[in-house]
T-cell receptor, first 111, second 114 residues
Framework: DAKTTQPDSMESTEGETVHLPCSHA???????IYWYRQVPLQGPEYVTH???QNTTNSMAFLAIASDRKSSTLILPHVSLRDAAVYHC????????????FGQGTSLSVVP | DMKVTQMPRYLIKRMGENVLLECGQD?????MYWYRQDPGLGLQLIYI???????SEGDIPKGYRVSRKKREHFSLILDSAKTNQTSVYFC?????????????FGPGTRLTVL
């Protein structure tokens, strides 16, 4: 699985829209971009994923660069519950490939 | 409610003792996983199970074995635990095939080996 690069930490204020960047310059054509988040003392939680097109769901908007070498997870109107470590992960399209978690970005949210 | 459960949540064992970690899921997922998480190392895959009695080693299987006799249960066994197996262990499950994009994780088991 190819490597991703994320900032170690970011801070935001409640109600703001947060942009979490991820660089994946060596991504392969069959690799999807996944985002998971993890709060202390809990297991990781799936946020979203995409291949080429931007995607949106109830949790976030995923913007993928046209060359797929970077992506941005956009969290609208963050709350204190959004404080977590956000992991950007590349995963091949084979059915049983594992998730390889790095250090992720620790997002803190202040009132 | 889709759920992955893990038992126990906290466990302290002495070096050389046997350890059994249990995982259950109520989603009839074919695929289940065991990971461990250590500070500075992210999650590391120990074993994958594709279905009952169909298991495969992950990246760090040494010192561990698994058992899956029912689709909803997946056990991790440490025979003669070592101090370097102190870690947080996460179980996860997912569908198979093209719908396997989301892995559901349990809350973790915090194991300390003294």
């Amino acid at each position: 699985d190819a490597k991703t690069t994320q900032p170690d930490s970011m801070e935001s204020t409640e109600g703001e829209t947060v942009h979490l960047p991820c660089s994946h310059a060596t991504i392969s054509g069959n690799e999807y971009i996944y985002w998971y988040r993890q709060v202390p003392l809990q297991g990781p939680e799936y946020v979203t994923h995409g291949l080429q097109q931007n995607t949106t769901n109830s949790m976030a908007f995923l913007a993928i660069a046209s060359d797929r070498k970077s992506s941005t997870l956009i969290l609208p109107h963050v709350s204190l519950r959004d404080a977590a470590v956000y992991h950007c992960i590349l995963r091949a399209s084979s059915s049983f490939s594992k998730l390889v978690f790095g250090q992720g970005t620790s997002l803190s949210v202040v009132p | 409610d889709m759920k992955v459960t893990q038992m126990p949540r906290y466990l302290i064992k002495r070096m050389g003792e046997n350890v059994l970690l249990e995982c259950g899921q109520d989603m009839s997922h074919e695929t289940m996983y065991w990971y461990r998480q250590d500070p500075g190392l992210g999650l590391q895959l120990i074993y994958i199970s594709y279905d009952v009695d169909s298991n495969s080693e992950g990246d760090i299987p040494k010192g561990y074995r698994v058992s899956r006799k029912k689709r909803e249960h997946f056990s991790l066994i440490l025979d003669s635990a070592k101090t370097n197996q102190t870690s947080v262990y996460f179980c996860a499950s997912s569908l198979s095939g093209p719908f396997s994009y989301e892995q559901y994780f349990g809350p973790g088991t915090r194991l300390t080996v003294l």
